[in-house]
């Protein structure tokens, strides 16, 4: 079997046939061995799904060559969820309320989008059981770096819907959704 460069990613996969995804553009093998994870229980992840957050928002970050509507809102909200991760450690499960609540919106596409990552879901499925969700991690971070150009932008979109949390929502607010950027990140 050979192997060709996924145009999503950039990760060199399995050139292989089979189904992907109806708006997240990647190839046949890239998308198969996503796919592979989602059975997958990672020791440490989101006690609702037992597989990271990080995982969906940093593959669909990759993966956001398609213009379309759909992939343009996936790949922003991904983007948002990993920066409130990263950035303001918002749990998994706030993190997955944050995309409902902000999904309501048109997105501009984020261009240029990069054409490489550092870490993939290649780089996940490599890794032996113990360290896959530290990869994980490395990847959340990798994905978050490579957008660095639409960072501003991202972390405006979460400060607006955090306003607006606080704003029509005291009650959740005062509570676990009401966040502070951590202070040990550049300004």
Not at 18 to 41: M, N, Q, R
Not at 66 to 77: A, D, G, K, P
Not at 155 to 176: C, F, G, Q
Request: glycine share 6%; proline share 5%.
């Amino acid at each position: 079997m050979g192997e060709v460069r996924c145009f999503g990613c950039g990760a060199t996969v399995p050139d292989v046939d089979g189904p992907v995804h109806a708006y997240i553009l990647a190839a046949p093998g890239c998308w198969s061995l996503y796919c592979s994870l989602l059975d997958v229980k990672f020791e440490g992840a989101g006690e609702t799904t037992g597989r990271p957050q990080g995982l969906v928002d940093a593959y669909a970050a990759q993966h956001g060559t398609n213009t379309e509507r759909r992939n343009r809102q996936s790949v922003s909200l991904h983007l948002v969820s990993l920066c409130a991760g990263l950035e303001y450690d918002l749990p998994e499960e706030r993190r997955r309320i944050l995309i409902g609540r902000m999904s309501h919106r048109e997105y501009p596409a984020l261009q240029p989008s990069p054409t490489s990552f550092s870490v993939t879901v290649q780089n996940v499925v490599a890794a032996k059981d113990d360290a896959r969700l530290g990869v994980v991690r490395d990847l959340e971070k990798a994905t978050w770096s490579a957008w660095s150009v639409h960072q501003t932008q991202i972390r405006a979109w979460l400060k607006d819907e955090l306003r607006l949390v606080d704003r029509w929502y005291p009650a959740v607010a005062s509570s676990d959704l009401k966040v502070e950027r951590r202070s040990d990140l550049p300004r």
